[in-house]
């Protein structure tokens, strides 16, 4: 086999090339990594609302919060089921509560998007025991108040504390909260009471959804037969998990394929790229190519020294272009979640993982594009090499 050391001179030596080659790897890659890192970045948005010992409770048929409707007596059954955890006080911990979507305006832009309003009992903060009101405090029973995700506060006209937004035509609502939850999906709702906004959509029999803890997380088979058994109720049972996995499924997916067309469109323009570096590099080497080949070296190893160089050219532009990309998670986003279709505010999250696969993509992509080049230079005639043709 040809010296490795060999092959990283040679990259060494055709500095300006090898750069210019390693850079559109990089950005390939860095389009790559971005990506992966955004469709994680909606899945561990949405995934942090998850419990395993709660079940979200839907009307039967329907795919979100926003198409479903249970009416009151039903709700009152379904958190009043044995499996259903009891408080201190003997209540259920249970919450029932209803979800629209308004328009608003936009700041910094003259657009306008879809943004969740969530209509809560003074119970929902203590049943999510990771949220808490950042600024200012929580809504009082019964009030138009309101408090607002700290994802989206300020980015849409009076979703600023102490300011105020139509929630319907002449009902407004104040801002006297932030909520904070680590970044999860509930940072990107307006919480108002839950009673004022079923009054405001004429929705005052019935409410989007309910969730119950369970006395156990493996209580949740038995409370979904009997849920889902009992023809009255009509509803579907999840776990909080796979319902939130669920939910983020479609948006995570649609921009994963779209960014991923994205960057295998862009891949062949960089493996055509290292390939007219490498056939560049085996024109000039020719001789050195014949010398190697009378010095005894078969034709696979002049093969494997070329592909060598072309992988380990990709590789650097690879760690590079991840590299990159994992400035990313300092980049807060927004996008329209399908399953609600109002805006969500996520980050970038690059995981081991990603940065894994942007490697083998760069290494797949030097493997490709070096193999025409060095299939050219294994064929390359001795004694033609040596003089230099």
Known sequence: ???????????????????????????????????????????????????????????????????????????????????????????????????????????????????????????????????????????????????????????????????????????RLTVVGILDDNGSAYESEVWADRDTLRSAFGRAASVSSVRVRLTGAGRFASLRTALESNRQLQVDVKRETQFYDEQSQGTATFIQAIGLLVAVFFSFGAMIGAMITMHAAVAARQREIGTLRALGFSKLSILASFLFESVVLSLLGGAVGALAATAMRFVHLSIVNFAT?????????????????????????????????????????????????
Request: aromatic share 6%.
């Open 341 to 389: 279709w109002s805006e969500i505010v996520f980050e970038f999250t690059p995981t081991p993982g990603i940065l894994a696969s942007s490697l083998v993509f760069a290494g797949v992509m030097g493997l490709f594009g070096g193999m025409f080049p060095a299939v050219r230079a294994a064929r390359i005639d001795i004694l033609e090499a040596l003089r230099g043709a």
């Open 1 to 171: 086999m040809v010296p490795l050391s060999y092959s990283v001179r040679n990259l060494r030596v055709r500095a300006t090339t090898t750069a210019a080659t390693a850079l559109g790897v990089a950005m390939v890659v860095f389009v790559f990594a971005a990506v992966l890192m955004l469709a994680q970045g909606i899945k561990r948005t949405m995934g942090r609302n998850g419990a395993d010992d709660v079940a979200v409770v839907l009307r039967d048929g329907s795919d979100g919060e926003m198409a479903s409707d249970i009416d009151l007596p039903a709700a009152n059954l379904i958190t009043n089921a044995p499996e259903v955890r009891r408080r201190p006080d003997g209540r259920p911990d249970a919450v029932a509560e209803t979800m629209v979507v308004i328009i608003l305006d936009k700041l910094g832009t003259d657009g306008v998007s879809n943004v969740a309003v969530r209509g809560v009992t003074e119970d929902a903060l203590a049943f999510r025991p990771t949220m808490r009101i950042g600024e200012g405090r929580a809504l009082r029973p019964g009030s138009d108040e309101c408090v607002v995700g700290r994802s989206i506060a300020g980015r849409f006209r009076g979703l600023a504390l102490g300011q105020s937004f139509e929630v319907k035509k002449n009902r």
